[in-house]
């Protein structure tokens, strides 16, 4: 491939995945008022971002061994007692290289 149409390729990829982007956003916009506002449906939605959290963190902190379980723990407790997303962060960042450093 040249490097012409691999740049070509590279402009048109980052654009489909734009115009998907957005008619995905469009679409949930679109849909969202023909949703039920109650029952199992809506419990099931609330606890979707949770639970796709949950599946982000836990096989980064299950594959980094102790000192990504001490950190993700120290993370979830300080952003339960402070409320503090960056401070909480920094806590567990810290908190893993230690953890990597005695280990």
Same mark, same amino acid.
């Given at each position: 491939?040249? #490097? /012409?149409?691999?740049?070509? &390729?590279v402009?048109?990829?980052?654009?489909?995945?734009?115009?998907?982007?957005?008619?995905?956003?469009?679409?949930?916009?679109?849909?969202? #008022? @023909?949703?039920? @506002?109650?029952?199992?449906?809506k419990?099931?939605?609330?606890?979707?971002?949770? &639970?796709?959290?949950?599946?982000?963190?836990?096989?980064?902190?299950?594959?980094?061994?102790i000192?990504?379980c001490?950190?993700?723990?120290?993370?979830?407790?300080?952003?339960? @007692?402070? @409320? /503090?997303?960056?401070? &909480?962060?920094?806590?567990g960042?810290i908190?893993?290289?230690v953890f990597?450093?005695?280990?």
């Amino acid at each position: 491939m040249t #490097d /012409n149409s691999l740049q070509l &390729s590279v402009y048109i990829t980052i654009a489909m995945a734009a115009c998907v982007t957005w008619f995905l956003r469009f679409g949930g916009l679109m849909l969202a #008022d @023909k949703l039920p @506002k109650s029952g199992p449906f809506k419990r099931f939605m609330d606890a979707l971002p949770g &639970s796709i959290l949950l599946s982000l963190i836990v096989p980064g902190m299950v594959s980094s061994g102790i000192s990504g379980c001490a950190g993700a723990f120290c993370t979830a407790l300080c952003a339960y @007692k402070t @409320k /503090n997303a960056f401070v &909480s962060m920094l806590l567990g960042v810290i908190v893993a290289a230690v953890f990597r450093r005695i280990y």
